[in-house]
Nanobody
Framework: QVQLVESGGGLVQPGGSLRLSCAAS????????MAWYRQAPGKQRELAAV???????DYADSVKGRFTISRGNAKNTVYLGMNRLKPEDTAVYYC?????????WGQGTQVTVSS
């Protein structure tokens, strides 16, 4: 089993920056892709950014150019750098990982963009 723990959420003013972290523990040596999803109030969960085991990345159009996903050297940690934040980025952000056994979710961390 794999456990994912996020950190780094909080309240930030529009135009500000935050960095989210997610650490995988447990039997995490086989993790492949990792990603960040987000869910705003009253909306469905959506993919924000994904990074493959080889390092290739992809982003939702709404965050492209503002968010950067990266992995740590051990590859069982994933980060989301968020710049030029907008009120519409307000959501619970969830870490996601997958391996040959299935998929895993973190508990979520709240990001609120407000003045």
């Amino acid at each position: 089993q794999v456990q994912l723990v996020e950190s780094g959420g909080g309240l930030v003013q529009p135009g500000g920056s935050l960095r989210l972290s997610c650490a995988a523990s447990g039997d995490s040596d086989s993790i492949g892709a990792m990603a960040w999803y987000r869910q705003a109030p009253g909306k469905q969960r959506e993919l924000a950014a994904v990074i493959a085991n080889g390092g290739s990345t992809d982003y939702a159009d709404s965050v492209k150019g503002r968010f950067t996903i990266s992995r740590g050297n051990a590859k069982n940690t994933v980060y989301l750098g968020m710049n030029r934040l907008k009120p519409e980025d307000t959501a619970v952000y969830y870490c996601f990982a997958e391996d040959w056994r299935g998929v895993y979710w973190g508990q979520g961390t709240q990001v609120t963009v407000s003045s």
